[in-house]
Every structure is written in C-alpha cells, then in structure tokens.
C-alpha cells in the first residue's frame, strides 16, 4: 500500500503530447553521431512533426524515407546507405516499414496478434537484428523510425536485439475522435474488396491491424475491424484467416449478426457444413428476420443431405433435407419474392418426395423471375415424373 | 544554472546504449561481487588456461547483460596471457536472417579464422579445392547459380564468402546447398585445423581462442509443436562439429539454450552454459542490498565522469529516491539502466533531473515490457515472482526469460556456494495484467485457507 503523499513507483506517469515532443526535441539536439529512435504515431501526423521539428532544429538537415512498398530483400541498410544526399544527414525520418511486415497475423491471446509466432520472422526484421552494429558504424546520424502501435510491438518481439539499442521511444497517442475518424476510414464494401489485387488488401489489412490496436479504439469499433478484415482475407480467398477474423469479431460483439453470418459463408466455402450452419443460427438466433442466413443454411443443409444420400444414409439425409426445407420456409416467409428460396424449396420437395407441392413452389420462383429456366425446367421433371404430361 | 548544449550532448552520449565497453575502459565497473562472484575471466577464461586440450565453451546471459563487453575483456587478458585471440561479432553477412543454420557458423568460422590468421599460400590450395569440389556436387545436384568461372580467388576466404551470400540470396536453392557443404563439413575442418596448424608454427593450438560474439542474435524458432529450436538443432546436433575445430573456442548463446533439456543432457559435451547474470540489488525474500545498489550507482557516476560533466551523482537528481527508484527498476540490467538514465536526461531541461521525469523514464520503460508479454503469461510470471525460481526445460519461461520478463541472480551462500535464482523484471509489477493475476492469485491463496 502506498501511503498518502508519497509516490507508487508502480504506477504510471502519462505523458502529454507536449512534454513527448519537447524530450523528443531535446533528444535531437544532444545526439551526436548514430542514434534510433522510434516513434508512434498515426501516418497522416507525420509529415506535421516533421515540419515543426525542422522549424524547431534549423540547423539540423532532416531527410524523410518513406517506404511505400515492402522491401522484398528486407534489406533496410541498403536503403539508407545508398541514400542520395546520405552525408549531409543529421535526422533521418523513415516510415511505412509496416509494409515489410507478416499481414498474415494470426488471431492471438487476448483479441491481440501472434506476434510471438516462433515459426517466422519477417526478413526486414531478422536483418535489422543483425545489421544494428552496421547501422551504428556506418550511419552517423539519428534514425527515427514512425511506426504504428502495431508496429512498436512487432519490432519489440521480433527484432529485439535492434529495438534494444534505441535511445528514445516517443508516443504521441491519437485521440478518440481521431481515432474513431480514421477507422471509419477503413470500412469498405465487400464487392469493393473483390476488384483489388491481393497487393491491395494485404496493404489494408495492415492499416486495419495498425488502428486496431491503438489505445483509444473502442470496442465497438475494434469489432468492426476485425470483420473488415474478415471480408477483406474472404476476398483473398483467405477462409482459414477470415474465419479467425469473424471470431475475434464476435468474441468483443457476440451479438454481431453479419460476423456470425459471414463467417458460415467462409466455413461453407472450405466445405465445413456442420460448422457454418450452427454460424448461420448464430446469427438467426440474434436477428431472426435474416433470410440470408435462413437461406444459407438451407442450402449447406440441402448439401449435407444429398451427401448423406450419396453415402447411402437415407435417413439422417431425409432429416437433413426435412431441415433444410424448413429453413427456405423461413426465408420466404420474411421475404416473399426471394425465388432462389422457392425454387430451392421446390427441390426440397421433390426429393422429398412431395412432387405436387414441389410444384407450386417453382411456380413461386416462376413469378418472381419468370426468365428462371431451372424451375420451368424442374416443374417440367415433377409433371413428367407424375405422368402428367400433355 | 544554463548548461551549454556541448555539455548536453556529452552527458547523453554517455548512456548510449549501443557500445559495449571496450577492455581496460574507465567506464568499466567490476560487478563480480554482485552477480554471484561470476567473473568471465575466471570462469572461461581459466578454464582456456588450465586446459591441456583445447576447449569449447558456450556464454550465455539477458540480452544488454554486459555479455560482449566481458568478452571483449577475456580477449584483452588472454592476449595478455599470451593467446592469440580471434573475436567476431556474427552479421548478417555471416547469418541468414530467417533461418540461421550449422553450415552458416561453420562457413562464418571459417572466413574469419582464414582471414584473422593470413592464409599461408601453401594452404590455399585446399580451401580452393574443397570449393571446387563443393561447387562440382552442387552442380551435379542442379545447383548451378555458383559458377566456379565467377569465382575469385583474390584470398582464399572469397569463395566461402560467396558460399554463404549465395546461400542467404537464393532462397530456392538454400536448403540443397546447407546440405551439400553439411555433408562436406568434415572435410572443410580437416583443412581449417590443417590450415591452423600451420599458421600457428611453433606455437600450439591450445594458443588460439576463437570467439564468436551474437549468436545469441539469431531469432529462435520452432519449426512446431514439441519440435527442437533452431539453436538445438545447431548446438546440440551439431555439437561434434562445433567442437572439432583445433583451437578453443567460445559461442554465445542466448539465456534460453542454458535452459534447454537437450543441451543440458549433453553436459559432458560442452561445460555448463556459463551464464552472466543480472546484478543483484535485492534479495530473494525482496530486501534491497547496498553492495548491489552502490555498483548501480557507480555505473551511473563512471558516466558523468567520463562525460566531465563536473556533476556529482547525487546533486544530479531532484531526491535521493528518485535516484534509488531508477536503479531499482532496471532490475539490475545494465542496458535498462542506460535505457532508463537516457530517458530521464531527455525528459530534463536543466538539472537537477526531477522525479516526474524519472516516473515518465519508468513508465516509457515499462511499456516496453507491457508490449512483449501475452495474456496468457500473468499467471506464470506470478509464480515466478512468488517461488523465485522458474521450472527448468519450460519453453514458457524459458521464452519469458528470453524477453527479460524474468531475471536471473547469483548469489553465493554462506556456505561458499553459488545461488542461482529467478524474478519477474521489477517493472512487471506494475503492469496491470501482472496486478490483476497477482490479486486473482492472492484472493485463490486466501479462500483455500
């Protein structure tokens, strides 16, 4: 217990963005030669601290080096020793090495990432674990390095070694409004995500993970992002992750419908029925009038059954089939003109064996999209089936 | 009082965190009493000495324990015994980043030594012939991006030199070539202890101590689940290797491998790890001891001295406390107090250096920990800090132990023998995820009563 007037050394002193520029200003000031640095804050306050860094230091030449792709040899000496103007430098800023990072972070302990994956190391950082004696000798000037929270945390676990000989870390932590600003920045449509090449997401996820973890994300959004990220791994075709997504979504929201939901569509898209249809019921059980999901589960239902059959189990593959049918009925009973639900139905039915009623539910898909050849198609079997033709 | 900006930024630079201290450095403060009477010089340096044969011995300690300015002062001493000393710190010209393998510290050894030595052009000839031959399998195996037309053969360590870099740049052919100048090793060292015979001359092999500093830089990894790291699968299956070399030798290996079950299984291989470990500045049962407390301090004076700041220690801070906390949290690492003293000097306009910024320096620092520890870890470190000792041949704590999230101490007993015991790092304390398991621990402890 710490009695009153005296200090708890345990605790901690927050400091304010002032008092964070003003030692970050003095720690400039009094390096000579090699020093590191690193800096958190988010990209678009960059280019402002430099600015008034620069009006604060004039006698300093400061030179920025921004890295707008990954570095493919993961060689970040190299970079700064080929440097155009590399001898007159006193201050070099260098940011984006983000993108040299692993995206493919898996879901870790606490809604955090697995940075502690003992399996790899990104390039960039296994050399600059052993490129610092390099860096010390050969570059006589600070480097200060912008990074995301994210990014701080990455280098601290994986290039420990470089992160250990720093002379300064500063934090200039965003506010909630900002924070709140830039990740509405990052919500995106899904048939969006579709168009862009896997470059793109890949640089969207990491923007995703680096707001993710800043200290003023609510949880609220922090779910948000975490589905995000799941449409985003889904377009990639990345199920396996995009369903770690989901989860962590709906670990913070487990109310989150459109999470419990998209994540049945990626565990029916790797073929895992049983499990994306307990997902669909996740989300019907929150929002009962989500015909997507009825419909859904339906069709995995429908597909678990004509398995079963194939397999000879006529009996759980009837149950399934039974179970699927009444899920299209749901469908359709909170959205009437949905005909892919009538007309799934009608199958239902047939193999059901209710020809008549099978039927009338493609004539239902008929009124609805009158062009669905299928179900003319279909209707066209029963009659025949039925020996009614003519 | 103003202080000129050169007076400034000679009192920063003296905490750098960056340079081990070079041998016979001012700075340099003997700490032997403090860290369990472990003395470099008289651990390995006398077991190098002593020995009829030559030796291999491994080092190992926190990261920014001190390891590579105690080597750096066996090298000096043992120079001075009359060795020849060949000390090399590993790079990432000598190491694949990713993936670090036997056949990169065997192909690094062998550069340096080469080179370290001055080939007698006698024996080139043999370097350049197991090249070739190298070159001629590797080719037979559909390797082809090392030419042997390309090669240069300026001094003879060129060509192992391309060796490595070839193995680091391609990638697809790393793995085959790794292989190939494994199977070959044996060869290579025949050549290499040849090669060192003859450049000794009269001199004896148990004259020359190689030393191979960052080792411990490697990034451990695990291929999966219960599978051996990358350091065992360099030090303990190719231990025979690593010991064939005819000249002593020293790695360095990260605190983690002392606690490994497959090497310590291979004890009759190498000694025990030798480990240099933390500054003890409190007891076991959380006392705090002055011996450990003055060494701190006189770390922290040697540097204003060596800056010439004409500033005493105690006139430097605003309380004496202050002063006392920031040696307590570096919990006797001396990298964390560089780290620490650095942040109060850039938190301070003008001396004294005030107490709030002495609580920002804690707590920049202990964010730092905050960062490497995940939430399933609160629970262990409790333990430790309750039991003060950690389980051997856990990969957990041997990882937290990798991560300084917990510390090793010396002591020796009244008895006269050595003591070794384990804490969280004291900045762990105060992290909110270690307080909460403390509580759930305490609350658990107490309902069981």
Redesign the interface.
Known sequence: MVAPGE?D???????DPA?SY???V??L????????FFVRCVPGDQADLVQRLQADLPTLHMQRLELTEELV??NL?QRVATLPDFAQINVLFISGLEKSLDPYIKS???G?G?Y?R????P?V???L??????F?DDFPFCLVFFLSAFG??YI???A??F???????F?FIPDLETVGKLTQELYGEYQEYLTWSHTQRMDRIREIQAILEEDQQTPNQQANLWFEKGNILTADGNYEAAIASYEQAVAIKPDYHDAWYNRGNALDDLGRKEEAIASYEQAVAIKPDKHEAWYNRGVALSALGRSLQAQGQQEAALAKLSEGLASYEQAVAIKPDLHEAWYNRGVALSALGHKEEAIASYEQAIEFKPDKHEAWYNKACCYGLQQNIG | MTAS?DF??K???AF????PLPANDPAWVDCTSVRGEEDILAGLGLEIARSEKVTCQLYAGH??AGKSTELLRLQDDLQRQGFQVVYF????GD????NTEYSDILLACARQLISALRSPASQDGKFRAWVDRLLRDLRDLGVTELSLDELSYETPETPLGKVSTTIK?NVSKQQVIRRQVEQQAESLIDILNEFIGSALGDRQPQELVLIVD?LD?I??????ENQQ?NYEQIFVNHSDQLRAFNCHVIYTVPISLAYSVHLTAMEERYKPVEVLPMIMLKTPQGEITETGMAKLKELIRQRFRFAQSGVELEAAFETA?ALN?LC??SGGHV?NLM?LM??A?????ELPIS??SV??A???L???YR??I???EWDALVRVSQEKLITENDDQFR?LLF?RCILEYRYIDAEGAAQVWHDVHPLV??LDGF?RALDRHERGASRSE
């Open positions: 200090i050394w345990d605790a901690d002193v927050v400091a008092e003003q030692s970050l003095r720690s000031q009094r390096t000579e030669g090699f020093s590191l040899d993961g000496y870790g302990y606490g955090q697995d502690y003992l399996d790899t190391v390039r950082l296994g050399h674990n052993l490129q610092r004696e390099r010390r701080i945390k601290a676990r994986q420990p070694d992160f250990d000989w720093r002379s300064g870390i934090e | 900006p400034w930024k009192l920063y630079t750098d965190p960056f340079r990261r920014g710190a590993a790079d990432d190491l694949e980043p990713e740049t960052n830089r990034i451990e990894r695990y291929d999966g790291s406390e906390k307590e949290m990298r780290n650095k942040a000097l850039q938190n301070t306009r107490t709030r609580q920002r804690i707590s920049e202990r964010d730092t960062k490497v995940d939430g399933h990882s991560r304390r105060g307080k």
